[in-house]
C-alpha cells in the first residue's frame, strides 16, 4: 500500500540509516541556529560586526563599535538566546522524561500542573507588584508549589500510581488555570490585565542576564541529572511492576525524574511564560529521528528542543515590531505537526 | 303695502336664513382645531374624534390624514396646526428642533414595534382644547378605543420636553441621547439611579458632580487610593462588574435609569438591550484626546449635568488650545522622541490617548505606528530590547516609580539617549494614571509638555492640579497628596483589601 | 540457590485474602510448577515471590536470607521475573529490550557497557533469537516477543527464575521451544519456579508440582503423586481422566490427562485436547 506519507516515510527511513548524519545534524543543528538567532532583530548589524564583537569579547584583542551595538549583541541578544536554547532544552527534555515515565506519548511537561501553577504565581505577582523579579520568583515557586501539590495528592494512596498521579495533576492545572481567570477577572483590565495576559502568551523579550544567572542552575542541574539517568527511563517506561523486578526503586526514580522536570519547566516558564507545545512535539521529532531508546533520545531531545526554540524566537523577532508571542507561534507551529503525528501514529509509537 | 310686507318679510326671512345658516354650517362659538396624523391612523381617530366631539361640545375637530412625513412638513407650514401625531421619534425631534413643538409623548405602540407621539404645537391658539384632546387620548377612554384598533398604549406615556402641568398625571418624563454610536437612547428624566461599569466613565461623573447618582460602579474605581479619599462613598456603591464580566442580575436589582458602558464587548450591550435597560455607549478606552471633551459633555447630558459637563469639558479644551497653540508650531523632527514604558519597560501603551497627549505636549510617541490587536484587545503592545534600542528615545515616562527604577537599573538601558540624559520620568497619577483617557488626561498633557519644554512652558502647575481638584471634585489637595500625585506613587489598591 | 517460603499471606484489601498460608520449598536447580485455574492466585505468588507485591504476612528466604531485607537492585540479581502480560509503549529494539535485564547491575546513572552488550547478545543467542536484534520488540510475534523476555531475564544472571504461564498462547513449537530453554536454565543450576494451566507440562517437564485452589496449596510434591484425578477435579472442576501411554521413543511411560467428557464420545474441537 502506498501510504501518501511514504515519501516522507522513505526518508526518514534514510535519514535513520545514516546514524552519524542524524548525529552530526543535532549537533550543528542548535549551534547554528544559536548563531542565527544572534544574527537577526530589529537593530541592524552586519554579521560580520556581530561575529567580530563576539569574538573580540572572547579573544584578547580590541573592537571598536558604538557602545549600543555592544549592549545589542551582548546584554540583548546573547542573554535571549541562551535563554531560548535553554528554555526549549528544558521543556523538550522534560517532555521526553514525562513521556518515558507515564508511558504516554500524549502528556507534555505541563502534566502535573507546573505550568499553571507558575502561570498562576507569575499573574499574582503581576495583579501584586508588577515587579520583574518578583514574578519570576513568584512563578518559579508556585509552580513547584502545583507539582508538590498533585504528588500529595496523588499520595493519599499506600503508593503513587500514576493514574492518580495524572488525574492530581488534572485536577491541580483545572485549579490553577481557574485561579489566574479569578486574577484575570479582578486585574485592571487597563493596566494590570494586558500584562497579565502578555506573560501568559509566552515571551523572551525581556530576558536578561539577570534572569538568566538565577534560572542557570534549576535548569543545568537537573538536566546534567536527567541525562546522567536517562537509560532508566527505558526501564521505567516498562511499566511499574516490570520494573520493580527489574530491581529498580521506582517510587525513588519517579520522584527524581518528577523534581528535575519539575525544576526545570518551573524555572523554563518563569524566564518565557507559558510556552506550549514544544514538550509535547520535540520528543515526537527525537523518535521519528533517532528512535525511541532514551540513551540517544534523551541527548536529541535536547539539541532539537534548544534549536527549535532558537529559530522560532528569532521568527518573533523579525515578524513585526511589535513582539509576536512566543508561545503562540509555538503552538501555530506545534499544533499541525501533531496533528500530523496523530494520523501518522506508527511512526513513533504503538 | 303689500309690497312691502313681502319684501320685509323676505328681508326678514332672509336674515333669518342667513342666520340658520351662519348658526348651522359656520358655527361661530364653536372652536376649530385641526389635527395631523398619519393615515394610517385614521379610523382610530375618527372613533376619537367623535368621541371627544361628545364630550366637548363647541369643539370641532379637524382630521388631517397626512402619507409621509414630507407632506406633514407641509401641512405644517401651509396652516395653523393645533396637534400633530407622528409616528416616529425622530419627527419629533426634528419638530421640537424647529420650534414647532415644546414637548411630545409616547402613547402608543403598534405592530412591529412602531410607536406613537402626540405633540401640541407651540403657537396653537386652542392649546385648552388640544390638551384636552391629548387628556382624553391618555385616559383610559382614550386608551380603550386604541385598543380597539390594536394599538397599545403606553402606560404611563413617556414626556419628552417640556411637558404641561396638565399631562404630568399621565407621564413620566423622559428624554432621548444620541450616544456615541449613534443609537438613540431613551432615558428618564431626570436621570437618578446610574451605572457606570467603565472607570474612565465613573471619574468622569465624578467630576461633573454626578457622584450621587451613581447606584453601581465599575470594579476597577473602588480600589484607587486617591478616589477613595476624594470620594468615599464610593466604596458603598454596589460593584456591578466590568464591560467583560458585568453583573447583570446585580445590575437588574440595582433598578438603573441607565446604564453607561463602551461597546466591546457588544454581546453586553446587546444583553442590556434585551433586558430593556437603557445603556448609553461611551468608548472612552479608544477616543481620540479631542473627543474627550464631547464625550464628557454626552455623559453630562445623560446624568443631566450639563452646566457641570460643560464646565468641564471647556475647562479641557481651554488647556489642549492653550498647549496646542505653543506645541504645533515645533516640527515633527524637532519634537523630543517619547517612549511610554510599563510592567517590565517592554510593553508600551498603545491607545490614541497616549499618542495624542504626547503629540500636543510638543513630544512625539516612538510607538505611534504600533497598533494593537484588533478588536478588545489589550491597549497594550509588547516590544523588544531592540526595537527600542533602535528608536532610541530622548524621553522615557514610565507607568509607575517601579518601571523607572528597572530601566535605570538594567545596563541594557544604559545607551538610550533619555537614560543617559536623565530624562526618565515616572507619569504622575491622580485618580488614574495621567495618560489614561479621562480628563485628568489633559493635566499630563501639561506635566508632559513642561517636562519635553521646559522653556517654553512655565504655568504654575501646582497650583492648577489643586485647582482642579478643588473645582470638579471639591477636593481640597494636600501639599502630600500633591507630591504624591505628581511622583506617580498612588498606587491601585488591591481588590479585597 | 535455595528458595524457602513460610506462612506467606497476601491481600490487596483487607477483605479478601488472596493468598493463605502459603508455604514450600524449591531446591536449586528444581522446577516447581504451579497448577491451577485461573484466579487461583499463582500471578500474585509469583510476584511476592518476585518482590513486586510485599506479603502481609509470612517470609520468603533465599538461601536462608529473608528477602525482605535484601536491597531492591541486589534481588533483582538474584530472582527474575517474567511477567504474563507486558505492554511496551514505546517500540525499542529488540536488543534494548533484552539489554534493560542489565538494569540491576548497572548504577543509577550509568548507562550498558560493551560487556552488558556482549551479555544481552548472548542471551539472545541462547534463546535463538540473535537474528531478531535490530527489530522492532512490537514488530514481532506472540513466541517471539515471549522469548525475548526471557533472554531478557538471562540477561538479568538471575539464580532464581520466576516464569508467570509462559506458554500461555503460544503455539505447540514456541511452547516446546520455552520449555527446552526452562529446561536447559534449571540444569544449569538455576532454581525455576513457574506457573502454568497445563497439567501436562507439569507431569512432562517439573520436579516438583504445587496444585493451588483459592489461594492456598491442596498438595505439593513429585508430579507423579500429586497430579491426579480426584486433585484435578478438585482444582478445575471437571472430571479429568490421567491415561498412561506407552513412550514410543523410550522406556517411561508418559502420563496425560484428558476431560473425561472428551472421551465420553461428544467430540471437542480436535486441537483442544493436545492442549490438556
Not at chain 3, 516477543?145 to 538479568?156: G, N, P
Amino acid at each position: 500500500m502506498v501510504s501518501r506519507y511514504q515519501v516522507l516515510e522513505d526518508i526518514l527511513e534514510e535519514v535513520r540509516g545514516r546514524k552519524s548524519l542524524v548525529a552530526t545534524a543535532l549537533i550543528l543543528a542548535p549551534i547554528l541556529s544559536f548563531l542565527l538567532s544572534l544574527l537577526v532583530g530589529r537593530y541592524q548589524i552586519s554579521p560580520q560586526i556581530v561575529f567580530s564583537v563576539l569574538i573580540s569579547k572572547i579573544l584578547p584583542f580590541h573592537y571598536d563599535v558604538p557602545k549600543q551595538v555592544e549592549i545589542v549583541i551582548i546584554q540583548v541578544r546573547l542573554p535571549r538566546a541562551i535563554a531560548a536554547a535553554l528554555v526549549g532544552a528544558a521543556l523538550a527534555l522534560s517532555g521526553t522524561s514525562f513521556q518515558g515515565l507515564f508511558r504516554n506519548p500524549l502528556v507534555s511537561s505541563q502534566i502535573l500542573g507546573v505550568a499553571s501553577g507558575a502561570g498562576f504565581g507569575a499573574a499574582l505577582a503581576l495583579l501584586l507588584s508588577g515587579d520583574p523579579v518578583i514574578v519570576q520568583v513568584s512563578a518559579f515557586g508556585f509552580g513547584i508549589v502545583a507539582v508538590a501539590i498533585s504528588y500529595a495528592l496523588s499520595r493519599t494512596y499506600r503508593e503513587t500510581s500514576l493514574l492518580t498521579l495524572v488525574l492530581a495533576g488534572i485536577v491541580v492545572g483545572a485549579l490553577f488555570s481557574a485561579l489566574i481567570s479569578l486574577i484575570k477577572y479582578v486585574a485592571d483590565p487597563y493596566e494590570k490585565l494586558p500584562s497579565i495576559t502578555f506573560w501568559l502568551m509566552g515571551s523572551l523579550s525581556a530576558v536578561s542576564f539577570r534572569e538568566l544567572t538565577w534560572n542557570f542552575i534549576p535548569i543545568v542541574v537537573p538536566c546534567i541529572i536527567l541525562v546522567l539517568a536517562r537509560w532508566r527511563l527505558n526501564v521505567l517506561s516498562l511499566g511499574e511492576e516490570e520494573a520493580k523486578a527489574l530491581g529498580i526503586d521506582v517510587e525513588r526514580m519517579r520522584m527524581l525524574v518528577i523534581s528535575c522536570c519539575t525544576l526545570m519547566t518551573a524555572a523554563a516558564v518563569s524566564i518565557a511564560g507559558m510556552v506550549g507545545w514544544v514538550g509535547l512535539v520535540i520528543p515526537h521529532i527525537g523518535r521519528m529521528l533517532v528512535g525511541p531508546d532514551h540513551k540517544v533520545l534523551v541527548p536529541a531531545s535536547i539539541a532539537i528542543g534548544a534549536a527549535y526554540l532558537l529559530i522560532v524566537d528569532s521568527m518573533v523577532r523579525i515578524v513585526s515590531t511589535f513582539e509576536m508571542p512566543l508561545g503562540v507561534l509555538t503552538a501555530i507551529i506545534g499544533a499541525p505537526f501533531f496533528a500530523y503525528l496523530l494520523r501518522k501514529r506508527t511512526v513513533s509509537w504503538r | 303695502m303689500n309690497g312691502r310686507i313681502v319684501v320685509v318679510s323676505l328681508a326678514v326671512l332672509m336674515v333669518l336664513v342667513l342666520t340658520a345658516w351662519v348658526f348651522v354650517y359656520l358655527k361661530p362659538w364653536v372652536v376649530r382645531m385641526v389635527a395631523l396624523y398619519p393615515y394610517t391612523l385614521s379610523a382610530t381617530f375618527e372613533e376619537l374624534e367623535r368621541l371627544f366631539e361628545r364630550e366637548n361640545g363647541g369643539v370641532d375637530l379637524e382630521l388631517k390624514p397626512y402619507h409621509v412625513r414630507e407632506e406633514l412638513y407641509t401641512l405644517l407650514d401651509e396652516g395653523e396646526v393645533d396637534i400633530v401625531i407622528a409616528e416616529d421619534l425622530s419627527v419629533m425631534e426634528m419638530l421640537s428642533e424647529n420650534g414647532y413643538v415644546n414637548w411630545y409623548l409616547e402613547f402608543a405602540t403598534g405592530d412591529g414595534g412602531t410607536a406613537y407621539y402626540i405633540a401640541v404645537s407651540r403657537n396653537s391658539k386652542h392649546l385648552e382644547q388640544a390638551l384636552a384632546f391629548t387628556q382624553l387620548l391618555l385616559s383610559e377612554e382614550g386608551k380603550d378605543v386604541l385598543r380597539e384598533y390594536g394599538y397599545e398604549p403606553v402606560t404611563p406615556a413617556m414626556g419628552f420636553g417640556d411637558v404641561p402641568e396638565e399631562l404630568r398625571e399621565y407621564a413620566l418624563e423622559f428624554k432621548s441621547v444620541i450616544d456615541w454610536l449613534g443609537r438613540r437612547v431613551i432615558v428618564p428624566k431626570p436621570v437618578k439611579r446610574v451605572v457606570s461599569i467603565v472607570p474612565m466613565i465613573t471619574l468622569s461623573i465624578l467630576m461633573m458632580d454626578g457622584g450621587d447618582l451613581l447606584v453601581g460602579v465599575d470594579s476597577v474605581s473602588p480600589t484607587s487610593e486617591l478616589l477613595t479619599k476624594v470620594f468615599p462613598q464610593i466604596k458603598n456603591i454596589p460593584v456591578a462588574g466590568a464591560p467583560w464580566s458585568v453583573n447583570i442580575e446585580l445590575i437588574l436589582s440595582l433598578d438603573p435609569d441607565v446604564v453607561l458602558t463602551t461597546d466591546r464587548p457588544m454581546e453586553v450591550v446587546k444583553k442590556f438591550e434585551e433586558l430593556e435597560i437603557p445603556v448609553v455607549i461611551v468608548p472612552m478606552g479608544r477616543l481620540h484626546c479631542d473627543q474627550l471633551p464631547e464625550a464628557i459633555r454626552l455623559i453630562g447630558k445623560v446624568i443631566d449635568r450639563e452646566d457641570k459637563a460643560e464646565e468641564l469639558a471647556s475647562y479641557c479644551e481651554e488647556k489642549m488650545m492653550a498647549l496646542m497653540n505653543v506645541t504645533s508650531k515645533i516640527p515633527r523632527s524637532e519634537r523630543a522622541k517619547v517612549y511610554i514604558a510599563i510592567s517590565d519597560g517592554l510593553k508600551t501603551h498603545i491607545t490614541y490617548i497616549s499618542r495624542d497627549i504626547v503629540w500636543i505636549a510638543g513630544g512625539v510617541n516612538v510607538a505611534e505606528n504600533l497598533s494593537g490587536p484588533a478588536g478588545g484587545g489589550p491597549p497594550m503592545a509588547a516590544v523588544s530590547m531592540e526595537t527600542v534600542l533602535t528608536w532610541n528615545p530622548d524621553v522615557i515616562i514610565t507607568w509607575d516609580p517601579k518601571v523607572k527604577e528597572l530601566i535605570l537599573s538594567d545596563p541594557r538601558w544604559a545607551e538610550v539617549n533619555a537614560v543617559k540624559n536623565n530624562r526618565v520620568y515616572v507619569i504622575p497619577r491622580g485618580l488614574r494614571s495621567w495618560i489614561t483617557p479621562e480628563p485628568e488626561a489633559f493635566l499630563g498633557a501639561m506635566w508632559l509638555a513642561e517636562k519635553l519644554n521646559p522653556d517654553a512652558f512655565s504655568f504654575n502647575f501646582e497650583e492648577e492640579v489643586k485647582l482642579f481638584y478643588h473645582r470638579f471634585l471639591g477636593y481640597e489637595l494636600s501639599d502630600e497628596e500633591l507630591s504624591r500625585i505628581l511622583s506617580g506613587e498612588y498606587g491601585v489598591e488591591i481588590p479585597g483589601t | 540457590m535455595r528458595l524457602e517460603v513460610r506462612g506467606l499471606h497476601f491481600s490487596y484489601t483487607p477483605e479478601r485474602e488472596v493468598l493463605k498460608d502459603i508455604s514450600f520449598d524449591v531446591e536449586r536447580g528444581d522446577i516447581f510448577c504451579v497448577l491451577g485455574p485461573n484466579g487461583c492466585g499463582k500471578t500474585t505468588l509469583l510476584k511476592c515471590l518476585g518482590g513486586i507485591l510485599k506479603p502481609n504476612k509470612g517470609s520468603i528466604l533465599l538461601d536462608g536470607v529473608e528477602a525482605s531485607t535484601i536491597s531492591r537492585a541486589e534481588y533483582a540479581k538474584l530472582v527474575g521475573y517474567v511477567p504474563q502480560e507486558h505492554g511496551l509503549v514505546f517500540p525499542y529494539k529488540t536488543i534494548d529490550v533484552v539489554l534493560m535485564g542489565r538494569a540491576p547491575h548497572l548504577g543509577i546513572f550509568s548507562t550498558p557497557s560493551e560487556k552488558d552488550y556482549r551479555i544481552a547478545e548472548e542471551a539472545l543467542r541462547e534463546v535463538g533469537i540473535y537474528h531478531l536484534k535490530d527489530r522492532p520488540y512490537v514488530e514481532l510475534s506472540g513466541g517471539e516477543r515471549q522469548l525475548v523476555i526471557i533472554a531478557r531475564v538471562l540477561a538479568q544472571q538471575p539464580e532464581i527464575l520466576l516464569l508467570d504461564e509462559p506458554t500461555s498462547h503460544l503455539d505447540i513449537k514456541n511452547q516446546m521451544a520455552i520449555l527446552r530453554i526452562v529446561t536447559k536454565l534449571a540444569e544449569q543450576g538455576m532454581t525455576i519456579v513457574m506457573s502454568t494451566h497445563f497439567p501436562r507440562h507439569a507431569l512432562l517437564f517439573s520436579s516438583k508440582v504445587g496444585i493451588m485452589v483459592g489461594g492456598r496449596f491442596i498438595a505439593i510434591g513429585n508430579p507423579e503423586e500429586v497430579v491426579t484425578e480426584e486433585r484435578l477435579k478438585k482444582a478445575y472442576d471437571i472430571d479429568i481422566k490421567i491415561l498412561t501411554v506407552k513412550n514410543p521413543l523410550g522406556d517411561r511411560a508418559i502420563k496425560v490427562c484428558i476431560p473425561v467428557e472428551a472421551l465420553s464420545g461428544r467430540q471437542l474441537v480436535g486441537g483442544a485436547w493436545s492442549r490438556v
